[in-house]
């Protein structure tokens, strides 16, 4: 992190809320990616879906509680393959302890984890009876192939996991009998736990397991946020925290969490702007210049997040982005381990992402030239020419005339895009520029030549 000035504006730009957010926290605090950890060498390009896992306990299938969609399932493949590479680096395939999906539903991440470790307990926490059943259901599945098939015999394990007084078991005859369901909200969980994960756990809840793992003395976290429009004060939604099993009026949790962040957005109004426009799920926009600024609202949003770890529970921490990137836009993961108790190599989670990073540069670039606004900025050499042959056509027939310092408006409803076009080309040839009218339907720009200012001999 570093410290200096603000950024930059260029006079006349109106930038929004969440803009005037990032520039003033971007020269202090600047979110830092580090890479995946790479696969292992023994490890296919989609292991551990397609020539590994009984068919049971695979994304895609036609079992109730698989998708049957092949592009979904690929998806989440992806997802979960990536949040498998920082699992496994965290907890060796022998290790002894006990890990906890909170919301992890059908079992989607702790089946395969509970194959995988088999000397682990996998127990998934969530609020939905209906998603712990089809977990059950596919487990029973996953049994009756393992039973009958010698290739999948492997998986058959003498130890058998006694249950806990309210962890029920999803396994017998010595398969999965490492794997657990527990019903009920995350913050009423309150057993064993040395790793916590959640994939894409709604708004708050994915705050409330950071915190159930840290008080637990959990040597481990891995978590994939999502739905971080939700942290803001203003999401009205009386069901918003559903996933927790709390309500608006209920919350239990303030934000900004750490330390610097309260002191940086000491307006609760800012955190909701920039909650809300890190926000996003356009497959289509998730990895454009455009949405850079967006994406770089979402890394400080979890950057947040790492900074509270770090302070509350002295956790080392890491923020990393899925591979492939397109397996969701909500792809941010953040680690955190306890050195002394996860025994791992640091550098494991050290090595910079420059690729992730560079959303950050993208975004000084675009708020130092106005040009910053998720989906306002990229133009084309042609459509900057287009605006400055208007501008300079104002110029050349008010030249030497008593209109000469009158202001030109361009037309209303042109979209924000080309309004901030026309802020920026109006800059780049020094004019004086403004924005006219108040409704979206109303707004425009207004330009005019700067005033000369005469010195005292004229």
């Not at 020269?27 to 989609?46: F, G």
């Not at 002894?96 to 194959?115: K, N």
């Not at 069901?239 to 239990?252: N, S």
Request: glycine share 6%; aromatic share 6%; proline share 5%.
């Amino acid at each position: 992190m570093t410290e200096s000035g603000n950024l930059p504006k260029i006079a006349g730009v109106h930038f929004k809320r969440f803009e005037k957010v990032l520039s003033n926290i971007l020269p202090i605090v600047e979110p830092e990616y580090v890479c995946l950890p790479p696969a292992c060498r023994s490890e296919s390009e989609d292991w551990p879906f397609h020539d590994y896992l009984p068919h049971s306990a695979r994304i895609w299938g036609d079992h109730p509680g698989q998708l049957k969609d092949r592009r979904r399932a690929a998806r989440k493949e992806g997802q979960i393959r990536s949040l498998l590479r920082c699992i496994m680096r965290l907890v060796p395939a022998n290790t002894e302890c006990t890990i906890v999906d909170f919301g992890g539903g059908s079992g989607h991440l702790a089946l395969p984890l509970a194959l995988l470790l088999p000397n682990a307990v996998v127990c998934v926490v969530d609020l939905r009876k209906h998603s712990l059943d089809l977990m059950h259901n596919k487990a029973n599945l996953v049994v009756e192939e393992v039973l009958q098939s010698q290739e999948y015999r492997r998986f058959m394990r003498p130890n058998v996991h006694k249950s806990g007084n309210t962890m029920k078991c999803c396994g017998k005859d010595g398969v999965l009998t490492n794997l657990f369901a527990w019903h009920g909200p995350v913050e009423s969980f309150h057993e064993r736990l040395d790793l916590g994960l959640a994939l894409h756990l709604c708004g708050e809840a994915t705050d409330v397991a950071l915190r159930r793992a840290g008080d637990s003395g959990a040597m481990g976290i891995v978590v994939a946020p999502c739905c971080v429009g939700k942290l803001s004060t203003r999401a009205m939604n009386p069901d918003v925290y559903h996933a927790t099993g709390f309500h608006q009026a209920t919350r239990t949790i303030s934000y900004p969490q750490s330390s610097l962040f309260c002191r940086l957005i000491s307006d609760q109004d800012d955190w909701d702007k920039l909650a809300k426009a890190a926000d996003y799920s356009n497959e289509l926009e998730f990895n454009t210049v455009q949405n850079a600024p967006r994406r770089t609202a979402k890394a400080l949003v979890e950057t947040d997040r790492r900074l509270f770890l770090q302070e509350r529970y002295q956790y080392k921490t890491a923020l990393l982005k899925m591979d492939p990137l397109e397996s969701t836009p909500k792809n941010d993961i953040i680690v955190a381990w306890k050195p002394a108790l996860a025994k791992i190599d640091d550098s494991l989670f050290g090595e910079r992402d420059s690729e992730s990073s560079r959303d950050v540069e993208m975004t000084r670039t675009q708020l130092a030239e106005g040009t910053c606004s998720a989906g306002s900025v990229n133009w084309s050499e042609q459509e900057e020419a287009e605006i400055a042959v208007v501008i300079v056509g104002f110029l050349q027939q008010t030249k030497g005339t008593a209109k000469e310092f009158k202001s030109f408006i361009f037309p209303t409803q042109m979209g924000g895009r080309k309004r901030k076009l026309i802020h920026y080309v109006a800059s780049k040839m020094d004019l004086a520029h403004w924005s006219v009218g108040d409704k979206s339907i109303d707004k425009t720009v207004a330009i005019a030549r700067r005033r000369r200012k005469r010195s005292r001999s004229e």
